[in-house]
């Protein structure tokens, strides 16, 4: 399978979803939000498959479901949670390139107040600054591609994404 993908990773509120729309219409792709996929697997919201199954429970689900993605010419949204899936990352990256949308943590603590609604994978004794320090390697891990889009609007961010894929492409 060619790698016609494009998977977006990133810390929550980086704007993977709001990209991930506009670069799929952009490219003529479809598009796909993990996040909503999980969702309707489990016919639950993320913060209550969490508060049903504990954290671990619900990266075992998320790693189960990430790994099953098979398409062609999508944009992938990942939950940030995502670079927790050896399973499911590498299997993203087996069929797409993986763009990692990076934020520059003052930027991001703005951006993430409401960081329990949002159904956040964080253990009781972590702040956002932890989370941060701990999946920043993950994310470079698995990362074609970084674009930082800390001072980037979103139409300035579709086309760093877009040239960067190009350039591999």
Not at 20 to 32: C, E, H, M, P, T
Request: proline content about 2%.
């Amino acid at each position: 399978m060619k790698k016609e993908n494009i998977v977006l990773i990133g810390m929550p509120a980086v704007g993977k979803s709001t990209i991930g729309v506009i670069l799929a219409k952009v490219l003529g792709y479809d598009y796909l939000d993990s996040d909503l996929l999980i969702q309707k697997e489990e016919n639950r919201l993320l913060k209550e498959i969490i508060a049903d199954e504990g954290i671990e429970g619900f990266l075992d689900i998320e790693n189960r479901i990430n790994a099953s993605i098979h398409t062609e010419k999508m944009v992938i949204s990942t939950g940030g949670s995502a670079v927790y899936g050896t399973e499911a990352m590498e299997h993203l990256r087996s069929i797409g390139t993986v763009v990692y949308l990076e934020v520059d943590f003052p930027v991001l603590s703005r951006r993430l107040v409401d960081i329990h609604n949002r159904g956040v994978v964080i253990r009781k004794e972590q702040d956002i600054k932890d989370l941060y320090n701990e999946r920043v390697p993950l994310y470079q891990k698995y990362a074609d591609i970084t674009v930082n889009v800390s001072h980037a609007g979103i139409s300035e961010t579709v086309d760093m994404v877009m040239r960067a894929f190009q350039r591999l492409h």
